[in-house]
Structures are given as C-alpha cells and as structure tokens.
C-alpha cells in the first residue's frame, strides 16, 4: 500500500502543470520625441527578448509624472517588440501612429530629465531634447 501511495503521488507531482511566469526585465528605452510645447510627445520601448509581456503591475515615471501600464501585452511573442506611449494627439499628426499607452502632453521635461521603468530596471537620463523635429 505505501508503495502505490508512493508512486501516485510521484506521479501526481510530476504530471503537474508548471506555471510559466511573464517576464518584464528586458524592456530599455529606445527613443523619444517632443515638440517644442510638449503637446505632442511620445517615448519607445524596445525588447530583443521574448516572453516580456508581464509589464502590467509596472510603470514608467518621468520627473512626478507616471505611467501605469495596468495590465499585461496579449502576447508572448515581444521579440523585436516596441511599446510606444505617446499623447493622445500623436496619432494625428503626419507620419503619427496609434499609440499603444497615452501619456498626458508634457510627460517628459524637454530640458531633460530621467525616464525610469519599473522601478529602476531600465533607466534613461537625457539631456535637452530637440523640440525641431531633428
């Protein structure tokens, strides 16, 4: 009897299914524009990696300004992957695209400051940001 206890409970353990975890720590900053108001900006992230969707209990700050990302992205596949937050009018603009988070106008200090995610685990300092489009 203990060895078929034994043995189902082996097999229990290792017939279990494991939990794949969401990873969130390879995303860096990779670009960043402003116009010369800060009416319209936007900030990229980008990851080489796959399986980096697991950003939703993160943000990312600028100066007292946050982000918060909320939930997860739908997919897994992030390899080669960008995140672009940008203000709501950046999508009407020539050339603009819809962007997949909303900052609010001014996120980002055109004068320079720090864009820091989740908590320090990419961090970008900058100095003034050309408002010319150049």
Excluded: C, K
């Excluded at 043995?7 to 969130?24: E, N, P, Q």
């Excluded at 939930?71 to 950046?90: D, E």
């Excluded at 996120?107 to 685990?121: E, H, K």
């Amino acid at each position: 009897m203990r060895i078929r206890v034994g043995f189902l409970a082996a097999l229990l353990v290792m017939s279990a299914a494991s939990t794949a975890h969401a990873g969130h720590h390879l995303w860096v900053f990779s670009e960043m524009y402003s116009n010369a108001s800060g009416s319209v900006q936007y900030v990229e992230m980008f990851t080489s990696a796959a399986n980096e969707q697991g950003v939703g209990a993160f943000t990312v700050t600028s100066g007292a300004n946050t982000l918060n990302f909320v939930t997860n992205l739908p997919s897994s596949a992030t390899a080669n992957t960008h995140i672009l937050m940008a203000t709501a009018g950046f999508g009407s603009i020539a050339g603009g695209v819809t962007p997949d988070y909303i900052i609010p106008s001014n996120f980002f200090s055109t004068g320079g400051g720090t864009l820091n995610y989740a908590g320090g685990v990419s961090t970008w300092a900058f100095g003034a940001v050309p408002t010319d489009g150049v």
